[in-house]
């Protein structure tokens, strides 16, 4: 925006210096004709001469104005060229916003994704502790189990001890009756 302030008042110093300058020429044209005028009227000029001379002048009057209408074609140019600049600058903002929106919209896409992501892979790993979790707790239930197992043997074997322990005492029981009847048998016989 600068650069294109600067440039117009570039522009419009160098018109208003050619305007001044094109002022001082004709103005120091008219006083070179003035002074040709009185020069030749000094001289005795006629009126034809003067006549010729005022067309000349009405002829360098039109030229002057054909350049001044030259000038504001030229100026008309580049005030279009200008106003070209201007909407290619606009374009160009445009499109740089739409590309801005573009870039923020994929921001988001992504950012939904990695957050989505992120809760697949969290609910993965809860799946997988709620796997785990199970494992070693039917692990757990399977070790408690054995030794249910282990138990339920021990019991078995206190039992089958006890079993024997019994047998031995009734057999005991079974020797010390036989001893006694052998001893009743050996005391009548004595008798």
Do not use: F, L, P, Q
Not at 94 to 114: A, G, Q, S
Not at 157 to 173: A, G, I, L, W, Y
């Amino acid at each position: 925006v600068r650069e294109r302030r600067r440039e117009r008042e570039r522009e419009k110093r160098e018109r208003e210096e050619r305007e001044r300058g094109e002022r001082e020429r004709e103005e120091r044209e008219r006083e070179r004709e003035r002074e040709r005028a009185r020069e030749k009227e000094r001289e005795g000029e006629t009126a034809h001469a003067r006549e010729r001379e005022r067309g000349r002048e009405r002829e360098r009057e039109r030229e002057r104005e054909r350049e001044r209408e030259r000038e504001r074609e030229r100026e008309k140019r580049r005030e279009r060229e200008r106003e070209r600049e201007r909407e290619r600058e606009r374009e160009e903002r445009e499109r740089e916003r739409e590309r801005e929106r573009e870039n923020k919209k994929e921001r988001e896409r992504e950012r939904i994704e990695r957050e989505s992501e992120s809760k697949r892979k969290r609910g993965r790993e809860r799946e997988r502790e709620r796997e785990e979790r199970g494992e070693r707790e039917r692990e757990r239930e399977s070790e408690r189990e054995r030794e249910r197992e282990r138990e339920r043997e021990r019991e078995r074997e206190r039992e089958c001890e006890r079993e024997r322990d019994s047998e031995r005492e009734r057999e005991r029981e079974r020797e010390r009756e036989r001893e006694r009847v052998r001893k009743s048998k050996s005391e009548r016989a004595m008798v």
